[in-house]
């Protein structure tokens, strides 16, 4: 019988580590830590609460920080700990960490999404030859590559181009024509490759799902919003659980199609976050897929509308310990607000209480409400700084003031969503 203490490896991102720590030390296991070195703003104010005493953050037993590029060194760390520790999980919830998240399951022979979902899900051109029958028309290209580029795609526009292996709409645009297909792509460096692909016009969804012991226990349609129609990227502005903007059918669709893709990866236990679009002709149309859990505020809205965390259960999964999940019992949305580029000075509300991610240093665990409460809002969310520069959205990161609200009917969530947007100024200077 080993000596060793036993102890759960999660790679995630510190912002949204919180719940995972709950659940790991819940199990009674030490927690292991591999993140990234801080480089966003929201990280580095993480950080520095890692050694607070009365922080969530107390829960770490050890952490370590590599870049997930850097394998030697995480297969290394891992070596190391687990000659004092007994690793009994793996866990990623961190995009860039998925593919040596994978290695390191294969490594000590634990569950996880497995190899082939580890590398496929972390390079979107891949993700277009595997799953070519739900992808839409595709190119990979290189600097100068526009005549080729129009030849494949019968010289359709208008076009989207995205970097293969990024996340958080980085880099995602619309190209409207070929002189902005052909500056795009004089533009690259000699080396950068990027995929051009055909302009899917329809709503747009996520689907997520927990895969335990290679099968899928559970699976919801998350409806999504976009800042497409303002301009030329792709920032994604809200998001609805359950989705309210579906038909049966199309529900059923697109869960159809999702399990075919987890089947199709091979995924033996953790979740998976796919995104597609419902096209004009009602194909399905993947646009990426993640295996991991969804970002933004998706993963608390489950909990607001099923009153369960499902952070607690995927790492259930990964433990390979019995896994059921609720199906929701009311409606969450979360939105962003829209800003005007300055510097940020406040944000005032009548409803709720601004709560200043700089204060925390991660998100807060919503407190789910019972099913028949009236609507509420349950996190106002400023995720930067007083003083930060507030500017245009091209990515996720831009965004500044976020909402997280529920409602017993779809109806109440949205006439609740209207009075939240009349109650809340972001104030620059």
Avoid at 189 to 217: M, N
Wanted: charged share 20%; hydrophobic share 45%; net charge negative.
């Amino acid at each position: 019988m080993s000596s060793r203490e036993r102890a759960f490896l999660l790679f995630t991102d510190l912002p949204k580590a919180g719940p995972y720590l709950e659940a790991v030390v819940g199990h009674g296991l030490r927690c292991l830590v591999v993140t990234g070195p801080a480089t966003w703003p929201m990280e580095k104010i993480a950080l520095s609460y890692v050694h607070e005493p009365a922080h969530p953050f107390a829960q770490i037993e050890e952490i370590a920080f590599v870049r997930a590029e850097e394998t030697p060194q995480i297969l290394a760390q891992v070596a190391g700990w687990n000659d004092r520790f007994e690793i009994v999980g793996v866990f990623a919830s961190s995009e860039p960490f998925v593919e040596p998240a994978g290695l390191v399951a294969d490594l000590l022979d634990l569950r996880g999404v497995g190899l082939r979902a580890s590398r496929v899900c972390r390079d979107k051109g891949l993700q277009r030859q595997y799953l070519r029958q739900w992808s839409p028309i595709s190119v990979a290209a290189r600097a100068g590559e526009h005549e080729r580029v129009l030849r494949e795609l019968d010289g359709r526009f208008p076009l989207i181009t995205k970097p293969p292996n990024m996340y958080c709409s980085i880099g995602v645009r619309v190209l409207a024509d070929e002189t902005q297909l052909t500056e795009h792509l004089a533009g690259l460096e000699p080396a950068a490759t990027v995929l051009i692909e055909e302009y899917v016009a329809g709503r747009e969804f996520s689907v997520e799902s927990v895969v335990a012991a290679g099968e899928q226990v559970f699976s919801s349609v998350t409806e999504k919003a976009t800042n497409e129609e303002e301009g030329e990227f792709f920032v994604e502005m809200a998001h609805t659980v359950p989705a309210t903007n579906v038909t049966d059918a199309e529900r059923a669709a697109l869960e159809s199609a999702h399990a075919s893709i987890v089947e199709r990866l091979g995924i033996g236990a953790g979740m998976t976050h796919g995104e597609y679009r419902i096209a004009g002709d009602g194909r399905v149309v993947l646009m990426e897929i993640a295996a991991r859990p969804p970002g933004d505020g998706i993963l608390q809205l489950y909990h607001l509308a099923t009153g369960k965390s499902m952070e607690a259960t995927v790492i259930d999964a990964a433990l390979g310990l019995p896994v059921t999940y609720p199906a929701p019992t009311r409606w969450a949305r979360q939105i962003y607000f829209d800003h005007k580029p300055g510097t940020l000075a406040d944000v005032t509300t009548g409803m709720g209480r601004p709560e200043w991610l700089v204060d925390l240093g991660l998100w807060p665990t919503p407190a789910p409400a019972a099913a028949p409460e009236p609507a509420g809002i349950r996190h106002l969310l400023v995720l930067k700084g007083r003083g930060d520069r507030l500017t245009s959205y091209t990515d996720s990161f831009g965004r500044a003031v976020t909402a997280l609200f529920d409602a017993p009917t779809p109806a109440e969530l949205d006439a609740y969503e209207t009075a939240l947007r009349a109650s809340v100024e972001i104030v620059n200077e």
